[in-house]
C-alpha cells in the first residue's frame, strides 16, 4: 500500500456529486437547482413520475444537453461535460430506454463503433471480440458476437448495450428504464448482472417507476418531482409507500378500492375467433369468452399472444377469418367490410394499446383529438359539413377538467402533454361517450403513478356504472388489481380462466408460459 | 451476330455504363449516410457543364476536372446545408437542386457562349482520350482474346478505368474501415452514432461531399470524354436511372456495378439497333430507345425483391428529449 493517499481520496469521494444543476426547455424549468451525491459501487435509484426531469437530468450526466447551470464532479475532480465524447472518457456509460443500437449490424459492430482503435476494422473487431468473452465470463453477459442485432431478444439486445458501455471502460453506468421492455425472467437475471457489476466496484444509477425494483436491489435512492430532488434516502430507510408519497406529493392507493362486482347480462361474447396473419401464422385460435355488465374481465399474457389482434378484431380495425362477436345478442360484422365507426355506433368505445399510432394524432392540439372518430355527432357538426368549434373546444374544456388533464389548455398539441396527460386524453375521449362496452389496451403504460390511480379509478367508476369492460395489460399487478374475471392468453389461445380474487400472480405468470397443467 | 459486333456492343455498354456507375455510387454513399439524394441529375448536370466550359476556356481536360468537381461539391453542400444543418426535406430540396442546375447551366452557358447554351466543342488535350493499352495491335491477330483485349479491354479513356476502380475501393471503404462503420450506422440509427460521441453533421457531411464528387466524376465524363463538348440537358435522366439502378442494387457496390452495366447495355442495344425488322413489320425505333426505361419500370417492379433502404434515409436528424 504505497499509494494509500490517493486511494484514501478516491475512496472517499463520491463517484458522482452534481452541484446545482438547472435546465430549461423554453419555458419549462426541466432541472432546478438539483444536487446529488452518488458512493463508489453503489446502486442508486432515482424515481419519480413521467415528466419530473430523471431522463433530463441523466441526459446532461451524459453530455446529451448541456446545463444552464451547476457542475459536475466525477470522483472528487470537476468535470465539465459538453457531450458525450467527454461523458464516455470520464468513464461514464448509458443504457437509453430506447435502445441506440443499430440493428443490422452484428453485436461486434455495435459494440466497436465509436470506439475503434484506428483507421481499419479487422483489428477493433478483433480485440472487441476477445474483450466480449472476458466480459461475459465475468458478469454473465453472454451474447453471440456475430449475431445480428434485430435477431436478438428485447433482453439481449440491452446486454449489448451494457456491453457497449464496458467495452468503453464505463465504471458508471446509468440505466433509464431498463426492465420496462423486459419479461420477469430477464428483468431478474439484469439484476443478477448489476449485481456482479456492484461486486466489481461500478456505481450503477437506475431510473425507474417501478418502486418494487427500487426496494429490491438499490443502496440508495432519491425521488424527483416536478424537476426538483425531493428527497434522497438510503433504501433501508424507507419503503414502497413513502417513496410512491414523495413522488406524488401526496397519499396514493397503490391498491384499487374497488366493491364486489354484480355482473348482470353479458353485454359482450367472442365465440371462436380464429384469424391468422399474412404470413399464414395463426393469431388467435378459437377464442371464446364473454364480458357481462357490471364486469371488469381481464386479458393477461405476455406480450404477443394474440391480445393485439383481439382488441383490433373486437374494435373493427382488421378483420377476422372465422367467428362471431355479439354485442348485446347481436352479431356484429368481423368481416372485410368492418370498420371502428360502426363499432362506435354500437356502443363500444376503444382506448387503443398504442396510444401515440393509434390513439391521438400527435401534432393535433387537444381539443382536436378529443372528439375524433365523434365528429358526426350532430353536436360537434354543423351545416355541410363544418365543424361547430366553439362547441367542441367547449366540450373539449369540460373533459379536460373532469379528468384533470394538465396543463388544462385545449390548444396545446398532444406531443406536449406527458404520456399520462395524452392518455387521459384519450380516456376522456371514450370514456365520456358512455359506451356499454369499453375495449382498454395498456391503459398505464408509460403512464406514472399519479395518472395510474386516476385511470382506475375512471375504469372501476365505469363497472360500478354497469358497463362491460375488456382490459388487455401486460402488467400483472394492474389486472389482478382491476379486473373481477380473468383470461390468460398464450399463444393465440385462452390458456384459462380465473377469478380475479382466487388466484395469485404465480399461477397466472404458469398460465402465461404456456404451462397450464401446473398450473391446474 | 459476329464477334465484332457483339464486342463493339460491349465496348459501348461499358461507355454508356460509366457515367451511371459513377452516379450510382455517389448515391451509395449519401444515402447509406442516411441522406436521399433525388439531385443526382442536377450535379452530374452542373459539372458536365462546368467541366465542358472549363476545357473549352483552357484546352485542358484536367482543368476541365477541377471545375467540374467543385461545381458538382458546390451543389452537394448546397443540399447538405438544406438537410443537415437546416433539417430540411431530402427530396424537396434535391428537386430544388435538379432546377437550379438545369436553368443555371443553359443561363450562364448562353450569356458566356452564345451558342445555344452548348460549349464550343472540344479537341485534343481538351478531352479525355482514349488509352491504347500496351501490345494492343500486337495481340489483336490472336483468335478472340486478341480482339477482347484490344476492343474491350483496353481503349477507353482513364475515367472508365476509374469508375471501375471505384467499385472495389468503394466496398473496401464501407465495409473494411472504421470511416465505413460509421457512414452505414448514421444511416441506419444516427442515435447510436450520436451516443457513441461521433457527430452526425460530420458524418454525413463527409458522405454528401464524396457524392458530390463521385457525381462530378459523372458529369466530366459526359462532357470532356463521352462527347465534346457540353450540351442543354446532356445528363438525359442518368441520376435518376442511377438511382434506380441503386435501388436494383439494393444499396450495395458490386451489384451496383452490374447493374450499371446492365443498363448501358440495354442503352447501347437501343442506339445499335434503331429498328429491328421481325417480318410482320419493324419495331419503331421510339420502342428501342424507351426500352432501357421500359425494362428500368419491368425490373424494379418484378425483379427486385424486397429493397431494403438504409432505415434513418430521409429523415434529418434531431436529437430526442
Same mark, same amino acid.
Given at each position: 500500500m504505497s499509494d494509500t493517499n490517493t486511494a484514501g481520496r478516491a475512496q472517499s469521494a463520491p463517484a458522482i456529486e452534481l452541484k446545482g444543476i438547472s435546465k430549461a426547455f423554453g419555458p419549462v424549468q426541466a432541472n432546478k437547482d438539483i444536487s446529488l451525491h452518488v458512493a463508489k459501487g453503489a446502486i442508486h435509484g432515482i424515481v419519480g413520475e413521467n415528466g419530473a426531469g430523471k431522463s433530463t437530468l441523466m441526459s446532461i450526466l451524459y453530455g446529451f444537453y448541456k446545463s444552464d447551470a451547476g457542475e459536475i464532479y466525477i470522483n472528487g475532480d470537476l468535470t465539465p461535460i459538453p457531450d458525450s465524447q467527454a461523458a464516455i472518457k470520464a468513464g461514464i456509460g448509458m443504457v437509453h430506454q430506447h435502445f441506440k443500437l443499430v440493428e443490422n449490424f452484428t453485436v461486434l459492430e455495435n459494440v466497436v463503433l465509436g470506439a475503434e482503435d484506428g483507421a481499419m476494422l479487422k483489428p477493433s473487431l478483433a480485440k472487441a471480440r476477445d474483450v466480449l468473452t472476458t466480459l461475459a465470463h465475468e458478469y454473465e453477459l453472454d451474447v453471440d458476437p456475430d449475431a445480428v442485432i434485430e435477431d436478438l431478444s428485447v433482453g439481449h439486445q440491452q446486454r449489448v448495450e451494457i456491453l457497449k458501455a464496458l467495452y468503453r471502460q464505463a465504471d458508471i453506468l446509468i440505466l433509464d428504464e431498463p426492465t420496462g421492455v423486459l419479461t420477469p425472467a430477464e428483468a431478474d437475471h439484469l439484476f443478477r448482472i448489476l449485481g456482479n457489476l456492484k461486486a466489481e466496484g461500478k456505481t450503477i444509477i437506475l431510473i425507474t417507476h417501478k418502486l418494487r425494483e427500487i426496494m429490491a436491489i438499490t443502496d440508495s435512492v432519491s425521488v424527483m418531482r416536478r424537476g426538483e430532488m425531493t428527497a434522497t434516502k438510503p433504501t433501508s430507510q424507507t419503503n414502497a409507500q413513502e417513496l410512491a408519497e414523495l413522488m406524488v406529493g401526496r397519499q396514493v392507493l397503490l391498491q384499487v378500492d374497488k366493491k364486489p362486482a354484480s355482473p348482470g347480462a353479458a353485454l359482450l361474447r367472442v365465440e371462436n375467433?380464429?384469424?391468422? #396473419?399474412?404470413?399464414?401464422?395463426?393469431?388467435?385460435?378459437?377464442?371464446?369468452?364473454?364480458?357481462? &355488465?357490471?364486469?371488469?374481465?381481464?386479458? &393477461?399474457?405476455?406480450?404477443?399472444?394474440?391480445?393485439?389482434?383481439?382488441?383490433?378484431?373486437?374494435?373493427?380495425?382488421?378483420?377476422?377469418?372465422?367467428?362471431?362477436?355479439?354485442?348485446?345478442? #347481436?352479431?356484429? #360484422?368481423?368481416?372485410?367490410?368492418?370498420?371502428?365507426?360502426?363499432?362506435?355506433?354500437?356502443?363500444?368505445?376503444?382506448?387503443?394499446? /398504442?396510444?401515440?399510432?393509434?390513439?391521438?394524432?400527435?401534432?393535433?392540439?387537444?381539443?382536436?383529438?378529443?372528439?375524433?372518430?365523434?365528429? /358526426?355527432?350532430?353536436?360537434?357538426?354543423?351545416?355541410?359539413?363544418?365543424?361547430?368549434?366553439?362547441?367542441?373546444?367547449? /366540450?373539449?374544456?369540460?373533459?379536460?377538467?373532469?379528468?384533470?388533464?394538465?396543463?388544462?389548455?385545449? +390548444?396545446?398539441? &398532444?406531443?406536449?402533454?406527458?404520456?399520462?396527460?395524452?392518455?387521459?386524453?384519450?380516456?376522456?375521449?371514450?370514456?365520456? +361517450?358512455?359506451? #356499454?362496452?369499453?375495449?382498454?389496451?395498456?391503459?398505464?403504460?408509460?403512464?406514472?403513478?399519479?395518472?395510474?390511480?386516476?385511470?382506475?379509478?375512471?375504469?372501476? &367508476?365505469l363497472r360500478d356504472a354497469g358497463k362491460a369492460i375488456l382490459l388487455v395489460s401486460v402488467e400483472l399487478d394492474e389486472i389482478l388489481s382491476l379486473s373481477d374475471r380473468v383470461i390468460v392468453m398464450f399463444d393465440g389461445a385462452v390458456a384459462g380462466e380465473r377469478d380475479a380474487t382466487k388466484t395469485n400472480n404465480k399461477e397466472l405468470g404458469m398460465l402465461m408460459a404456456g404451462m397450464a397443467g401446473e398450473a391446474a | 451476330m459476329d464477334l465484332a459486333t457483339i464486342l463493339q456492343l460491349f465496348d459501348s455498354s461499358l461507355r454508356l455504363a460509366t457515367p451511371l456507375l459513377f452516379a450510382c455510387l455517389a448515391g451509395l454513399f449519401s444515402e447509406r449516410a442516411g441522406i436521399f439524394d433525388i439531385g443526382l441529375e442536377g450535379?452530374?448536370?452542373?459539372?458536365?457543364?462546368?467541366?465542358?466550359?472549363?476545357?473549352?476556356?483552357?484546352?485542358?481536360?484536367? @482543368?476541365?476536372?477541377?471545375?467540374?468537381?467543385?461545381? !458538382?461539391?458546390?451543389?452537394? =453542400?448546397?443540399?447538405? @446545408?438544406?438537410?443537415?444543418?437546416?433539417?430540411?426535406?431530402?427530396?424537396?430540396?434535391?428537386?430544388?437542386?435538379?432546377? =437550379?442546375?438545369?436553368?443555371?447551366?443553359?443561363?450562364?452557358?448562353?450569356?458566356?457562349?452564345?451558342?445555344?447554351?452548348?460549349?464550343?466543342?472540344?479537341?485534343?488535350?481538351?478531352?479525355?482520350? !482514349?488509352?491504347?493499352?500496351? @501490345?494492343?495491335?500486337?495481340?489483336?491477330?490472336?483468335?478472340?482474346?486478341?480482339?477482347?483485349?484490344?476492343?474491350?479491354?483496353?481503349?477507353?479513356?482513364? @475515367?472508365?478505368?476509374?469508375?471501375?476502380?471505384?467499385?472495389?475501393? $468503394?466496398?473496401?471503404?464501407?465495409?473494411?474501415?472504421?470511416?465505413?462503420?460509421?457512414?452505414?450506422?448514421?444511416?441506419?440509427?444516427?442515435?447510436?452514432?450520436?451516443?457513441?460521441?461521433?457527430?452526425?453533421?460530420? =458524418?454525413?457531411?463527409?458522405?454528401?461531399?464524396?457524392?458530390?464528387?463521385?457525381?462530378?466524376?459523372?458529369?466530366?465524363?459526359?462532357? $470532356?470524354?463521352?462527347?465534346?463538348?457540353?450540351?442543354?440537358?446532356? !445528363?438525359?435522366?442518368?441520376?435518376?436511372?442511377?438511382?434506380?439502378?441503386?435501388?436494383?442494387?439494393?444499396?450495395?457496390?458490386?451489384?451496383?456495378?452490374?447493374?450499371?452495366?446492365?443498363?448501358?447495355?440495354?442503352?447501347?442495344?437501343?442506339?445499335?439497333?434503331?429498328?429491328?425488322?421481325?417480318?410482320?413489320?419493324?419495331?419503331?425505333?421510339?420502342f428501342m430507345q424507351a426500352l432501357p426505361y421500359i425494362l428500368t419500370v419491368v425490373i424494379l417492379a418484378g425483379f427486385v425483391g424486397k429493397a431494403i433502404p438504409p432505415k434513418a434515409g430521409g429523415r434529418p436528424y434531431v436529437k430526442e428529449r
Open positions: 375467433l380464429s384469424v391468422r #396473419d399474412e404470413l399464414g401464422v395463426e393469431k388467435l385460435r378459437n377464442v371464446s369468452f364473454e364480458v357481462r &355488465a357490471g364486469e371488469i374481465l381481464g386479458v &393477461a399474457g405476455v406480450a404477443g399472444n394474440g391480445q393485439s389482434e383481439l382488441l383490433e378484431i373486437i374494435s373493427g380495425i382488421s378483420p377476422a377469418d372465422s367467428g362471431k362477436v355479439l354485442i348485446n345478442g #347481436d352479431a356484429i #360484422d368481423i368481416g372485410k367490410t368492418a370498420n371502428p365507426n360502426m363499432r362506435r355506433h354500437r356502443g363500444i368505445a376503444h382506448v387503443p394499446e /398504442d396510444r401515440h399510432r393509434m390513439g391521438l394524432v400527435m401534432s393535433n392540439m387537444a381539443w382536436e383529438n378529443t372528439f375524433l372518430g365523434y365528429q /358526426d355527432d350532430p353536436a360537434f357538426e354543423g351545416s355541410f359539413g363544418f365543424m361547430r368549434r366553439e362547441n367542441i373546444i367547449e /366540450d373539449a374544456k369540460q373533459k379536460i377538467e373532469r379528468f384533470d388533464i394538465r396543463p388544462p389548455n385545449p +390548444r396545446l398539441k &398532444a406531443e406536449n402533454f406527458s404520456g399520462g396527460n395524452q392518455q387521459k386524453i384519450v380516456l376522456a375521449r371514450e370514456i365520456e +361517450r358512455n359506451p #356499454d362496452v369499453l375495449l382498454v389496451g395498456q391503459p398505464t403504460r408509460g403512464v406514472d403513478i399519479g395518472a395510474i390511480e386516476f385511470i382506475h379509478k375512471q375504469i372501476v &367508476a | 450535379k452530374i448536370l452542373a459539372s458536365a457543364f462546368a467541366a465542358g466550359a472549363f476545357a473549352a476556356v483552357t484546352g485542358s481536360a484536367m @482543368l476541365g476536372l477541377c471545375a467540374g468537381l467543385v461545381a !458538382s461539391i458546390m451543389m452537394s =453542400l448546397i443540399h447538405g @446545408l438544406a438537410s443537415i444543418t437546416f433539417q430540411g426535406n431530402q427530396i424537396i430540396s434535391g428537386v430544388a437542386i435538379n432546377f =437550379l442546375a438545369s436553368g443555371l447551366t443553359a443561363l450562364i452557358g448562353q450569356n458566356w457562349f452564345h451558342q445555344g447554351g452548348q460549349t464550343p466543342p472540344l479537341s485534343g488535350s481538351g478531352r479525355f482520350q !482514349s488509352l491504347t493499352w500496351p @501490345l494492343a495491335e500486337k495481340l489483336n491477330s490472336l483468335p478472340v482474346i486478341g480482339p477482347i483485349y484490344k476492343e474491350l479491354i483496353s481503349g477507353h479513356n482513364i @475515367l472508365v478505368y476509374v469508375a471501375l476502380l471505384c467499385v472495389p475501393v $468503394t466496398w473496401w471503404v464501407l465495409f473494411r474501415t472504421r470511416f465505413g462503420l460509421r457512414l452505414r450506422a448514421v444511416g441506419e440509427n444516427p442515435g447510436a452514432v450520436d451516443t457513441a460521441g461521433i457527430s452526425v453533421t460530420r =458524418l454525413r457531411y463527409q458522405a454528401v461531399i464524396i457524392c458530390g464528387i463521385l457525381c462530378g466524376l459523372a458529369g466530366v465524363y459526359l462532357s $470532356t470524354a463521352m462527347a465534346a463538348g457540353f450540351g442543354r440537358e446532356m !445528363s438525359a435522366g442518368r441520376g435518376f436511372i442511377a438511382l434506380a439502378a441503386l435501388i436494383f442494387a439494393k444499396w450495395k457496390p458490386v451489384p451496383a456495378l452490374f447493374t450499371c452495366l446492365l443498363f448501358g447495355f440495354l442503352e447501347a442495344v437501343a442506339i445499335r439497333y434503331q429498328s429491328i425488322d421481325l417480318g410482320f413489320g419493324t419495331v419503331p425505333v421510339q
